[in-house]
């Protein structure tokens, strides 16, 4: 049988990973400054998770959830302490399109609307209750027959109050920094009008942290940079540091019931176990104070390559961007320079999203070989 051929690969084969650096089949190091999308958090096979994932494997891997997992509450404790949203519910599942889709679907339960707000170059997902744009060309699966995605751009209010002033908008979807549409995220005005809106025309604010969460942004989440709360939050990529795990953080005002959401493998022990290792990880090693520190690094070493005409995101969960296509810069940084960046929608931006342990020296790495492949590419 043969793979659907749906991804362009590079001629690589990793075997190895430690840390910030993947070594192939043929004992070359590469600098991983992608985290594989954003997904490996506290580094690859960091020696406390490993060592906790293999335990919980010995003991208990999975069983149904509608049996007692104490693994489940200490994840939902140490998640509430470390993000400051520990008044809020967890709901787990394995994936951030799973925890998008359970977000839409609890929104319109809980007002009964079913319209949804989303934002052009926005990417929450690719199942059937998600919105996706790819390749500029926006992808609308809805929840049911009912369901209609608007987009509007970001950042323009108006355009917001305009929609909600109909009605009939169950809820507002958007990232706390845009991932895959390019690094773009709304004002702080912005979402503070947006949460104030949501409130006042009964919609549900949905923040999608699938990938700007868990420290990425030098915050837990992206959006406390804007001093603002979200109904429901939505989780996965460094959630598990590989481990498929996503979840929804749920506002006290949504009444759970039994049965209103439900998953077969969310939540299992082994997915809890490293979910768990992460966040212990992220608090013992104060990895958010690193990110704000290579962060703060990186936008000063960055100056050096004057072919740059902007750094956008925060933390790190950055876009490079240049006048020109990026695709063979990206290629000869993989190929030759052994280092992994990020594509986006955006042609012209190089992402870089590397493990939250990632250290200056790397930086430096990363701005000597980025300048030498911008001069052999001239
Ligand atoms: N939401 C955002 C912001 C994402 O970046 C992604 C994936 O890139 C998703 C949702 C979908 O997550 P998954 O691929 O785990 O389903």
């Given at each position: 049988m043969n793979l659907f051929d749906v991804y362009p690969l590079y001629n690589i084969t990793p075997v190895k990973a430690v840390d910030c650096t993947i070594t192939d089949e043929n004992g070359v190091e590469y600098l991983d400054l992608y985290s594989g999308h954003g997904v490996i958090s506290i580094g690859h096979t960091q020696p406390h998770y490993v060592t906790k994932v293999k335990e919980q494997l010995d003991n208990i891997g999975f069983y149904s959830n509608a049996i007692q997992n104490p693994l489940q509450v200490e994840l939902a404790q140490k998640l509430g302490e470390l993000s400051g949203y520990d008044d809020y519910s967890l709901f787990l599942c394995s994936s951030g399109a799973e925890a998008n889709e359970n977000a839409l679907k609890l929104a319109s339960f809980h007002n009964g609307k079913s319209r949804v707000i989303a934002f052009d170059n926005s990417f929450h997902g690719r199942t059937s209750a998600a919105v996706a744009v790819t390749d500029n060309k926006k992808i609308v699966a809805p929840i049911n027959a009912q369901q209609v995605v608007t987009f509007l751009p970001l950042?323009?209010?108006?355009?917001?109050?305009?929609?909600?002033?109909?009605?009939?908008v169950c809820t507002v979807i958007i990232e706390g920094i845009q991932g895959v549409g390019g690094l773009d995220e709304g004002t702080t005005e912005f979402f503070q009008a947006l949460e104030k809106l949501c409130k006042q025309y009964e919609a549900v604010l949905i923040l999608d942290e699938v990938q700007s969460g868990y420290g990425r942004s030098g915050k837990f989440f992206a959006h406390q940079y804007h001093n603002i709360k979200a109904d429901i939050i939505c989780l996965a990529k460094g959630m598990g540091n590989g481990f498929p795990i996503g979840g929804i953080l749920i506002a006290p005002h949504f009444k759970a019931s039994y049965g209103l959401l439900g998953t077969t493998f969310g939540g299992s022990h082994l997915a809890c176990a490293a979910g768990i290792a992460v966040l212990d990880v992220i608090k013992s090693e104060k990895l958010m104070d690193n990110v704000n520190a290579v962060s703060e690094y990186f936008m000063k070493a960055i100056q050096q390559v004057p072919e740059i005409i902007k750094v956008k995101g925060k933390g790190l969960m950055l876009g490079v961007e240049f006048d020109f296509d990026v695709s063979a810069l990206r290629k000869k940084m993989i190929v030759e320079k052994h280092i992994f960046t990020g594509s986006a929608n955006?042609?012209?931006?190089?992402?870089?999203?590397?493990?939250?342990?990632?250290?200056?020296?790397?930086?430096?790495?990363?701005?000597?070989?980025l300048k030498e492949s911008l001069a052999e590419l001239k």
């Open positions: 950042n323009q209010i108006d355009l917001v109050e305009t929609e909600l002033q109909k009605g009939d955006n042609k012209n931006l190089l992402r870089i999203l590397p493990p939250l342990t990632i250290t200056t020296a790397a930086i430096d790495t990363f701005i000597v070989a």
